[in-house]
């Protein structure tokens, strides 16, 4: 089974920040998402990947295969990026995702 | 708007009661999914199904059950056996199994 490791747990920045959320996974995988989860629970998905790297807006999100890692970055944060970021990973065995258990980011103006 | 909706929002259950958490979706998906996220853990998966009137068992299918009749829907439902019923329940889909899901807003059930 699938370990899906995230750090940092919590992490408070200042507006306009750059910023870092790790994921790394212990077996080889076919997928990886990145979801966002506001306060009200609801889950947004912000990427899917299986290599490289995608872009949207000030999102950018990287996988290394090799190492089994993945960052997910934040260009100019804002407080409305405050959220839970989710990484979750596909393949490795499981039937559905295997999911982290979030990253906590606060961003203060 | 093409969606995936959850209802109720919030709901209260005595406990030794079953109750029944619905899942609608319009973006013609075949695979829908349930998970069950509690406090400090990861979401977890408790069924899913990639076809209608087809589903399996999840990492934690214990004191649940569901059904898929029609390919809009989704209900699970949280049975008396459930031993610790008191979380948040999510809802997904996506077009197969490979592909990007889409989250529901969640049903929040308290059981008193």
């Known amino acids: 089974k699938n370990e899906v490791e995230q750090s940092p747990q919590n992490l408070t920045a200042q507006e306009g920040e750059f910023i870092t959320i790790n994921c790394s996974y212990s077996?080889?995988?076919?997928?990886l998402h990145w979801l966002q989860q506001h306060p009200g629970g609801g889950i947004v998905s912000l990427f899917m990947?299986?290599?490289g790297k995608k872009k949207h807006g000030r999102l950018i999100a990287t996988i290394n295969i090799q190492e089994k890692h993945s960052s997910l970055h934040i260009t100019a944060s804002h407080p409305r990026d405050s959220a839970v970021y989710i990484c979750?990973?596909?393949?490795?065995?499981?039937?559905?995702?295997?999911f982290g258990k979030g990253t906590h980011l606060i961003i203060q103006p | 708007d093409g969606g995936i909706t959850q209802s109720p929002k919030y709901l209260f259950r005595k406990e030794g009661q079953n109750v029944t958490l619905s899942c609608e979706q319009n973006?013609?998906?075949?695979?829908m999914y349930w998970y069950r996220q509690d406090p400090g853990q990861g979401l977890r998966l408790i069924y899913y199904?990639?076809?209608?009137?087809?589903?399996q068992k999840g990492d934690i299918a214990e004191g649940y059950s569901v059904s898929r009749e029609k390919k809009e829907s989704f209900p699970l439902t949280v049975t008396s056996a459930q031993k610790n019923p008191t979380a948040f329940y999510l809802c997904a889909s996506s077009k197969g199994r490979q592909d990007t899901q889409y989250f529901g807003p969640g049903t929040r059930l308290t059981v008193l």
């Open positions: 979750a990973v596909a393949g490795g065995g499981a039937d559905g995702l295997t």
């Open positions: 199904s990639q076809i209608v009137n087809d589903f």
């Open positions: 077996v080889g995988i076919s997928a």
């Open positions: 990947l299986s290599s």
């Open positions: 973006l013609n998906h075949d695979a």
